[in-house]
């Protein structure tokens, strides 16, 4: 339904729109209230979208902590208005007001013009909000010479499903430099000066936030309605059960298990994610030989999709051999798996990683392994940088957030956690490693709140949870255990396609979201399944109907 690019969750390199510019949107005196005035264009460009800040204590349990403001945008509502509607779109560490200018008229469509449309930068993210971007190295050429030589820069090397003895002896006797580094880099970020607000960033004060705008905007026993992408669907559950009284019209799609996430440590936690990635690797594979040689270019050689995946895995190994020979090639197998497990976000981007992306791999592989060097397609991902006062400072926001809402078990090891990637390539997946959640057990802060549960709580209104039937980082068991948490207050309504989040386009599913933000309508079934809409094609003649077929026959 919504394609969104920051609806990432902790995938870093994936574009989070830059936040830019050091105009305030308005005068940052007032934010008492909101106080409406025209946006910075350099951060919102559509006109139509109006900005403001709003005060918000840093902890709300303890005032004499002082305050800090959110910067937020809302797009009005285009007819009888029924209230507010927020927009969270997840990452952790996604622009709120990016994705309201990405969507912000994709919403209003689907949801009638009924509601004024609100999203913020929550605490701990972008350029405008205090506290803001979570800054840990003041320049890259810091961060670079903080992380020489580790597998921070150079991913993982492994083939297959992690077998090969010598890949396994290289990562594992990286463990204990790497623990130390983590622990390093959690007190570096402590001494940057957004250090002391890490205790403050966190999704538990974020939903007070999101409650006391609703209070402000709407009045104080206002229904709270709510659309909730990714990591905002932990936003999402976390909401509707601190303030199950509170719930209006809330809509979660790409669901993470919140009991999962309230029980496990990340890296544990992380591999259950991926459990249905190779599912819709899978499906790419199978589409692009269905589209053949003309439309896929990955299938030029065989035709079926074990052809495919055959091509694929032998690019890997001859990139993985390659770095084995000269550990300093520019184009590493862990940067196309990685290219790879991005591109399986978003069907969208499927014949553009096959036609472009995948041949300029192949050229970059053929010159490592002639000697030469072509590194200009696959660039390295997991920096994140943003153009604001600080051009060159290397932000760790969606880190910050999700570890400081992680759970906090002492005594993990970097061992352990790569023992985990090694026995998770097998039994989960082969194509993505937990690299953004190794961070958590050696994050040296929690937040001040993080709620824990319970997650079963008897809501003021009936909610509605989407998912896809295949889903590379919130696989549908996580919708289906929220749903199996909140019964008859949650309907449940799958999109039968790929990607992260309902991304492929639907009618079925718009009429089902739009008749719930309209009349308050939810389908009488338990669970609903849409199709993806016929016309829509993965690759040039190839739909989501023509793949699933082929995956199951
Ligand atoms: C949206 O509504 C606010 C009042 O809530 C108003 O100040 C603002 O000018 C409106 N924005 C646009 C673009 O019409
Ligand atoms: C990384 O280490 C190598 C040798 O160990 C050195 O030559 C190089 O300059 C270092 N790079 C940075 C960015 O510190
Ligand atoms: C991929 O290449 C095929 C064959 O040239 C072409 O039909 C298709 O439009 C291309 N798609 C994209 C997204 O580049
Ligand atoms: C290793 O790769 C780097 C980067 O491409 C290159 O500069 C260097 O010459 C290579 N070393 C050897 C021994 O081939
Ligand atoms: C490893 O991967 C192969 C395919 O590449 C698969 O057949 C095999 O079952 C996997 N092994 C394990 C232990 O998962």
Not at 38 to 45: H, K, R
Not at 95 to 116: E, F, K, P, R
Not at 322 to 341: C, E, F, M
Request: net charge negative; charged share 20%; aromatic share 8%.
């Amino acid at each position: 339904m919504l394609v969104l690019i920051a609806a990432t969750l902790l995938v870093s390199g994936l574009a989070t729109a830059a936040v830019t510019g050091d105009e305030r949107p308005m005068d940052p005196e007032n934010n008492l209230a909101f106080q409406w005035g025209p946006c910075d264009p350099a951060i919102v460009e559509d006109p139509s979208i109006s900005c403001s800040f709003f005060e918000i204590p840093l902890d709300y349990h303890d005032r004499s902590a002082g305050t800090g403001r959110v910067a937020v945008a809302k797009a009005n509502a285009t007819t009888e208005r029924f209230g507010t509607l927020f927009l969270n779109p997840g990452g952790p560490g996604a622009s709120g007001l990016a994705a309201l200018d990405q969507l912000g008229s994709t919403v209003l469509s689907l949801t009638g013009g009924h509601y004024d449309l609100v999203s913020w930068d929550p605490r701990g993210v972008g350029p405008l909000t205090i506290p803001g971007d979570i800054v840990c190295f003041s320049s890259v050429e810091e961060y670079n010479t903080f992380w020489n030589g580790t597998i921070e820069l150079t991913g993982i090397e492994m083939t297959g499903n992690f077998t090969d003895p010598q890949d396994i002896d290289a990562l594992l006797s990286q463990a204990p430099l790497m623990q130390k580094k983590y622990e390093e880099l959690g007190e570096r970020c402590l001494q940057q000066p957004s250090g002391k607000y890490l205790k403050y960033v966190g999704t538990a004060a974020t939903v007070r936030d999101m409650v006391a705008m609703a209070n402000a905007l709407d009045g104080a026993k206002s229904p709270i309605n709510l659309f909730g992408l990714s990591y905002g669907t932990v936003f999402g559950a976390w909401f509707i059960n601190m303030f199950p009284e509170r719930v209006g019209r809330v809509v979660l799609d790409g669901v993470l298990d919140p009991i999962l996430l309230a029980s496990e440590e990340t890296t544990t936690f992380w591999p259950k994610q991926l459990m249905d990635a190779d599912k819709v690797y899978d499906a790419f594979v199978t589409g692009c030989a269905l589209a053949g040689p003309d439309g896929c270019s990955i299938a030029t050689q065989g035709r079926t999709p074990a052809d495919v995946d055959a091509n694929i895995q032998t690019l890997l190994q001859r990139a993985h051999d390659a770095a084995h020979k000269n550990s300093s090639v520019p184009v590493t197998s862990a940067d196309i798996r990685a290219q790879l497990g991005s591109a399986m976000y978003s069907p969208d981007e499927w014949a553009t990683f096959a036609n472009v992306s995948y041949p300029q791999a192949v050229d970059a592989v053929d010159a490592e392994t002639s000697g030469g060097v072509d590194s200009r397609a696959v660039k390295r991902q997991g920096l994140r940088k943003r153009q604001n006062s600080d051009p060159d400072a290397v932000i760790y926001s969606g880190q910050a957030i999700e570890c400081g809402d992680s759970v906090n078990r002492k005594g993990t090891t970097m061992d352990d956690v790569f023992r985990g990637i090694i026995s998770s390539s097998r039994t989960s997946s082969h194509l993505l490693w937990p690299n953004p959640l190794a961070y958590c057990p050696f994050w040296p802060v929690r937040a001040v709140e993080r709620y824990q549960g319970p997650f079963n709580q008897k809501l003021s209104n009936r909610v509605l949870v989407l998912s896809n039937t295949y889903d590379p980082i919130t696989p549908v068991s996580g919708a289906r255990a929220l749903v199996e948490l909140l019964g008859e207050d949650a309907s449940l309504v799958l999109l039968n396609g790929f990607g992260h989040t309902t991304v492929e386009p639907s009618q079925c599913l718009n009429e089902i979201i739009s008749a719930y933000f309209v009349n308050g309508a939810l389908p009488e079934d338990s669970t609903v399944v849409c199709e993806v809409d016929a016309d829509y094609e993965v690759f040039t003649g190839i739909d989501t109907e023509a793949i699933l077929a082929a995956l199951v026959s």
